[in-house]
């Protein structure tokens, strides 16, 4: 085998930059994605310099959690009821606006932890809606063949995000200010608001109801239709048990004080990350394999007991090492639950169902966050940590064996 020939089959596959429209999302949808994990570092780390307090960090993933399952709910309703673009670029506009908020607090030094926490739950309204739209965009803008390529782009430039992000946050807290982080976060936002712009117009596939306004009823319609495809029920309830119970990242900034020492607060955050973007990297024979049920099921597995062992690492970079093998796990089962996803349902319930997908794996980790907090508050870091990849691995083997649905579901002939 040549050279040429084992990239183009394990080299990660980039078909999906051939559309304009979705090559402008992506560059977009990158530089954005760095800004946020900037601020996504220094609100947890401002919060516990604030309170000396995991369970107030915690708390930070309790006020996301409400508006992102109402919002990403009715958002994913409204975004099939309207044009796509239009509500978007609506949602980074006030996404944007909360940075600029999250900003100003920094520099006028004001010090409330509840005011943090009211900007966090502005920006999780904003994520709620702006991302079902997007993710229900893709289809529309690649063919269904390079649904799984888009989806591991996607994926990957998140987790570069997560990786490069930390660092810079890092050193950003290190040797300047929260304020910067967040201006950094805001500056980088605006390429976003670029990319939504040059976004062709996305009308409904399908109008709803003569062109009335979305509602509830619509959302309850997805709902129902989720109902009816066990195989999407156990992809997302494998993935709640996974989030909610191994996420161990409320517990970095304490873990990173008591153990590991200040410089290390960047690698934890990133270490996920690292994982994920070699994945990545070495994603060419994602789209090949046929039982995607199943390799999802192995991959939640493989990071709820990466997490676990890493949790009982004594050096932080072992710690590291282990996470990102949780992390190249966490990025293959995520590329194959948006794509099964994807390949399900039709257009006209793309939006509702992303926003009931956004909801859970959004809405998960910041569950996973409170949990976290909660249980170091009680039992230490330690146990909080290692016991929730523990017990996340075992709920995603025991749904999978009661409920074979997922082991056994392939895509359609025509995604092959």
């Known amino acids: 085998m040549t050279t040429q020939d084992f990239l183009r089959r394990h080299a990660i596959d980039t078909r999906p930059l051939r559309h304009p429209a979705y090559r402008r999302l992506f560059v977009g949808n990158a530089v954005s994605q760095f800004g946020y994990q900037l601020t996504a570092v220094a609100v947890p780390v401002q919060m516990y310099a604030l309170t000396q307090s995991s369970l107030w960090v915690g708390l930070i993933g309790l006020v996301a959690l409400v508006p ?40 006028l030094e004001i010090g409330s932890p509840g005011l943090l926490l009211v900007l966090v739950a502005v920006q999780a309204t904003a994520f709620a809606v702006g991302s079902p739209t997007r993710q229900a965009i893709i289809p529309r803008l690649v063919g269904t063949e390079e649904l799984a390529a888009a989806n591991t782009l996607n994926s990957t430039v998140f987790n570069a995000a997560m990786v490069v992000g930390p660092l810079t946050a890092g050193l950003v807290l290190l040797h300047a200010s929260f304020a910067a982080a967040y201006a950094v976060d805001a500056l980088a936002f605006a390429v976003a608001l670029w990319a ?29 239709y989720l109902a009816t495809a066990p195989v999407l029920l156990l992809s997302f309830a494998i993935d709640t048990a996974a989030m909610v119970l191994a996420m161990p990242r409320s517990l970095f900034p304490e873990v990173a004080d008591e153990r590991f020492g200040p410089g290390s607060i960047g690698w934890l955050y990133a270490a996920i990350g690292i994982g994920s973007v070699v994945a990545g990297l070495t994603s060419g024979w994602i789209g090949r394999v046929y039982r995607q049920g199943r390799a999802l099921v192995i991959s939640v597995i493989a990071w709820g007991l990466a997490v676990a062992l890493a949790g009982l690492a004594g050096s932080l970079w072992l ?98």
């Open 68 to 107: 992102l399952i109402v919002f990403a709910l009715w958002g994913g309703a409204v975004a099939d009821a309207v044009d796509r673009r239009k509500l978007l670029l609506a949602s980074s506009l006030l996404m944007w606006a909360s940075t600029v908020g999250l900003l100003g607090q920094a520099l």
């Open 196 to 224: 939504t712009v040059r976004l062709p117009a996305l009308p409904p596939a399908n109008a709803i109801d003569g062109g009335r306004v979305a509602g509830w009823r619509e959302v309850r319609e997805g709902l129902s």
């Open 319 to 416: 710690a590291v090492l282990l996470l990102a093998v949780g992390g190249a796990a966490d990025l293959i089962s995520a590329v194959y639950r948006q794509t099964i996803l994807q390949c399900y349902a039709p257009d006209g319930f793309q939006g509702r169902l992303q926003g009931i997908f956004i909801a859970v794996v959004a809405g998960g980790p910041r569950l996973g966050d409170l949990r976290a907090g909660a249980m170091a508050a009680m039992l230490g870091p330690t146990v909080a940590w290692v016991s929730g990849g523990v017990v996340a691995a075992v709920v995603a083997a025991v749904l999978a064996v009661a409920f074979p649905a997922l082991l056994r579901y392939a895509p359609p002939a025509k995604t092959r």
